[in-house]
């Protein structure tokens, strides 16, 4: 650029300089007005209107009393004054607040004032129309249930004074933080104002120095771009990295500043590189300056390495978390099991809901074998549970008899991922979806069937939950033997205590008719003396 140019380009920043700094000082006294009307429109208003209603609140305690204690006339100056600050002056003042509050600007001043309003409307007037209402004739002053109702309210409980002082708090609190705002708003305004003269004064310096600045451009034009390409070789040789400013040419140091451009830029992606790779971002891109960059080779085959170690590590993370989730759940169910050992409802329910959560599944069902009777022996479903709730079915299956019937008697699990459309649903408040993946597992202990666990969800489960569910079913076959051989222990410890009381009852009647056959006995031989004698004496008689 010639020395005529860059002298024009001087002058017309210094020109877009005091254009842009007259358009701020404009704006600045602009927003300063605007806050002065706002305080004055608004703020202070609003001020005013609260002090108002302050002092009508305030003199409702001297109205009231007056109403109950001092005046039987139905239009006495107090009265009127309170109906009129009912009906008239607070709603006016009320709704010149909500008028106002819109512009507050502030939600704390608007909900403060509407509690104040439900304070008053909801709890004070309430009060105060009770009163008026109770006493609103001459007579009702010297009605005896009236006084005893009214009186107490007014000067033993002080429910009306209690709620005027809430009111007036509410009202003297909101007073308060106006006031406040107003003070904050001129001190902004004030501050505004401060910032202004100390702006006009920091561009007037400036613009001095810029004008100082553009004299001396042409006698730096070339000293300039070649101290600057010094500097910031200075900077790269001592690891430092600046913001290169040189402006690329065609000459001799345009082409230097295109170089440096490259090497800065190309360091700088190195350095972001080698940063991301720290966080531990091994899919950041990174290009090398060419084919013969061997930083740029040597960090990519880095990045390679360490994404291994880190596909490694996150394996074995993987495989911790799945032992430690296997352990807790051996032993919330190992807790389970020993907690509801003796009721085998109970016991299925319990088994099934937790299983379905800890394994985030859908649904479920617990089969337990019923052999009571060796020739017929077939599945009944103990428990089932579905979406966290549980579902009392009475549902009986014969061995070989669908999934579960096959489940017992191959004695295998049964993983399915692919699912009749009819088999199965699963319900929720979306409506109804078939489960993606199905699982039944045979209970098993000492190589003997005692239920198929049946479980069901939308997600398939994996190897790892797989395995753990059989391990579970194996603790679970265990104790539902103990749990059935308890119940059939108990069985006959009550068959037998059945039958020994049907014996003791059989000796019992035993022994009643042997009392009564001796009885008999003894009343036949009793007879029959009686007759001989009755023979002897007729014998006697006869010679």
């Known amino acids: 650029m010639k020395i005529a140019a860059k002298i024009i380009l001087g002058f017309g920043v210094m020109t877009a300089a005091v254009i842009l700094n007259s358009v701020l000082i404009s704006n600045a006294l602009t927003e300063s007005r605007k806050t002065n009307e706002e305080i004055n429109t608004v703020y202070t208003s609003s001020v ?40 008239r002056n607070y709603n006016y003042m009320m709704d010149s607040l909500m008028s106002l509050s819109k512009r507050w600007g502030n939600d704390t ?58 009111a007036l ?43 100082v600045a553009i004299s001396a451009v042409t006698t730096l034009s070339l000293s300039r771009p ?63 300056l060419s084919d013969d960059d061997v930083l740029g080779h040597s960090l990519l085959d880095m990045r390679e390495e360490l994404q291994e170690a880190k596909i490694e590590e996150e394996k074995r993370a993987e495989e911790n978390k799945q032992r430690t989730w296997a352990s807790q759940g051996v032993a919330l169910f190992s807790d389970i099991l020993r907690k509801h050992s003796e009721n085998l409802e109970e016991l299925s329910f319990e088994i099934i809901s937790n299983m379905v959560k800890y394994t985030n599944s859908n649904q479920g069902g617990v089969f337990i074998v019923n052999d009571n009777d060796r020739d017929n ?46 088999y199965i649903k699963i319900s929720s408040g979306l409506g109804e979806v078939n489960p993606t993946c199905l699982l039944l597992i045979p209970l098993a202990y000492n190589d003997r069937i005692f239920g198929i666990m ?4 939308v997600h398939v489960y994996q190897d790892y939950e797989v395995e753990f569910m059989e ?13 059935k051989s ?41 007879r029959e003396q009686e007759l001989v004698k009755e023979l002897e004496e007729l014998r006697k008689k006869a010679l």
């Open 169 to 211: 708090n509410g009202i003297e609190n909101l007073l308060v933080r106006h006031e406040a705002l107003i003070l904050d708003k001129r001190k902004e305004m004030v501050g505004s104002l401060d910032r202004l003269r100390s702006f006009i004064f920091v561009m007037l310096i400036i613009l001095i120095v810029a004008a």
């Open 486 to 526: 308890n119940v059939q222990t108990q069985m006959l410890l009550e068959q037998s205590q059945q039958q020994a009381e049907e014996m003791s009852a059989q000796e019992e009647e035993m022994r009643q008719n042997m009392e009564e056959l001796r009885a008999t006995q003894e009343q036949s031989a009793r």
């Open 226 to 288: 070649i101290n600057k390409t010094k500097n910031i070789l200075l900077s790269i040789s001592k690891g430092i990295l600046p913001n290169i400013t040189l402006k690329e040419g065609n000459d001799e140091i345009g082409q230097m500043a295109k170089a440096l451009h490259l090497v800065v830029n190309g360091l700088r992606q190195v350095s972001n590189f080698t940063q991301e790779i720290g966080k531990g971002n091994f899919t950041t891109e990174f290009t090398p």
């Open 471 to 483: 391990r579970i079913g194996e603790s679970i076959a265990a104790t539902i033997s103990s749990v």
């Open 377 to 422: 022996i077939y599945l009944e479903m103990s428990s089932c549970y579905a979406y966290d709730r549980q579902k009392f079915l009475n549902r009986r299956i014969e061995v070989g008899e669908g999934l579960v019937g096959r489940c017992y008697q191959e004695q295998e699990r049964i993983f399915l991922t692919d699912i009749p459309e009819d």
């Open 109 to 166: 001043l608007i909900t403060m004032l509407e509690d104040v309003n439900i304070s008053i409307t909801d709890t004070l007037f309430p009060k105060h129309k009770y009163i008026m209402g109770q006493l609103s004739t001459f007579v009702s002053y010297e009605d005896p249930f009236v006084v005893f109702e009214v009186t107490p309210m007014v000067e033993e409980k002080g429910e009306v004074m209690e709620a005027t002082t809430s």
């Open 48 to 87: 005013e209107l609260i002090r108002e209603l302050y002092s009508n609140i305030s003199d409702s305690r001297m109205l009231i009393k007056s109403w109950v204690h001092i005046d039987k006339i139905a239009d006495t100056p107090d009265k009127i004054k309170l109906r009129e600050l009912h009906d």
């Open 454 to 457: 049946e479980i069901a969800s």
